[in-house]
């Protein structure tokens, strides 16, 4: 992802109590059970360093398809519907060619009452092109972060379904092509959800209520405020998951201020009408905008932060399920 160029990206874009109701008993008791089911912060690092040992994850690569079926086969093993999207696609507005995306889905609890969308993107970046030494610019990069994190904490998530309540269908969608964009052309990048995006049809398949998406969510003592585009046309989406961050402690880390304006993956999400967030670093205190690692050779497992892969995911945990 980058930050957005111009304003043309967001037009892209205890005991029941007397007189308890049965539904308020019911949505007290997921509470609770919700309380009681936390991210693994060793677990979701190891999903990193599973991923980050395949080597750079860049469609055609070994290590992307070792990639798709990793992904595959953890969601299978947690009890998810997997189905793949697998086609050719080419931006429209854009010189960029057709290119192969395969784009994951894990379904859990199918035809629940509620119905949510996570989603994270698993390719790796092709080129180091912020490594201040230009040599170094055709080299892949790891990915730790700009990658692996979002797909480690879904797939932490995806373990813990099986003690989650059962009346939230969750979706998780893992989008392929995101990261080998040029920075002259916004249509170049996010093309897994661009696809995914020109493939929904309303009028076959359910519509989640709303999206949340995570990238770049590893980093050493990240801090996520308000994405601006998230803020801006899915402010509802944003208040729930920022009040579920306050409630569990997190409050100084997904402070209440509006951070960049970034030509993501939830921009292709909110044109299909779905209000979709963004949950990304992109204020860091040192940089003023992403992760010193963004695509650099430093995106490595050595600055993954555990403690903040367990955060993001347990603030995703409580906001879908209380």
């Known amino acids: 992802?980058?930050?957005?160029?111009?304003?043309?990206?967001?037009?892209?874009?205890?005991?029941?109590?007397?007189?308890?109701?049965?539904?308020?008993?019911?949505?007290?008791?997921?509470?609770?059970?919700?309380?009681?089911?936390?991210?693994?912060?060793?677990?979701?690092?190891?999903?990193?360093?599973?991923?980050?040992?395949?080597?750079?994850?860049?469609?055609?690569?070994?290590?992307?398809?070792?990639?798709?079926?990793?992904?595959?086969?953890?969601?299978?093993?947690?009890?998810?519907?997997?189905?793949?999207?697998?086609?050719?696609?080419?931006?429209?507005?854009?010189?960029?060619?057709?290119?192969?995306?395969?784009?994951?889905?894990?379904?859990?609890?199918?035809?629940?009452?509620?119905?949510?969308?996570?989603?994270?993107?698993?390719?790796?970046?092709?080129?180091?092109?912020?490594?201040?030494?230009?040599?170094?610019?055709?080299?892949?990069?790891?990915?730790?972060?700009?990658?692996?994190?979002?797909v480690a904490v879904l797939l932490e998530i995806a373990r813990l379904m099986k003690q989650m309540p059962s009346d939230v269908e969750v979706e998780m969608l893992f989008v392929d092509a995101e990261d080998a964009g040029t920075y002259d052309d916004d249509f170049s990048w996010c093309i897994g959800s661009q696809a995914w995006a020109d493939a929904f049809d309303p009028t076959a398949r359910r519509v989640p209520e709303y999206a949340i998406l995570l990238d770049m969510v590893g980093g050493r003592n990240a801090v996520f405020p308000r994405e601006y585009f998230s803020e801006r046309y899915a402010r509802g989406v944003n208040n729930l998951v920022w009040e579920a961050a306050r409630r569990a402690g997190y409050g100084d880390r997904f402070p209440n201020e509006i951070g960049g304006a970034l030509n993501d993956d939830h921009i292709h999400i909110m044109r299909m009408g779905i209000p979709a967030i963004d949950i990304v670093e992109s204020a860091n205190s040192a940089t003023g905008s992403f992760n010193p690692t963004w695509h650099t050779l430093d995106d490595t497992i050595d600055n993954i932060d555990r403690a903040t892969l367990k955060m993001v995911g347990d603030v995703v945990i409580n906001t879908i399920f209380q």
């Open 1 to 150: 992802m980058i930050l957005a160029a111009g304003a043309m990206m967001a037009s892209a874009c205890g005991g029941k109590q007397s007189g308890q109701s049965a539904s308020q008993e019911v949505a007290e008791q997921a509470s609770r059970n919700v309380q009681a089911v936390e991210v693994d912060a060793d677990s979701v690092y190891a999903r990193v360093a599973e991923q980050v040992a395949m080597g750079p994850r860049v469609p055609g690569t070994p290590g992307h398809e070792r990639c798709i079926g990793y992904i595959t086969r953890r969601l299978s093993e947690a009890g998810a519907e997997v189905t793949v999207q697998d086609t050719l696609f080419a931006p429209a507005g854009s010189d960029v060619k057709a290119q192969r995306v395969r784009n994951i889905t894990g379904r859990f609890n199918a035809g629940a009452p509620r119905h949510v969308l996570l989603l994270a993107h698993y390719d790796t970046r092709p080129w180091a092109d912020r490594e201040s030494d230009e040599k170094l610019h055709n080299t892949p990069i790891d990915g730790a972060n700009d990658g692996a994190s979002g």
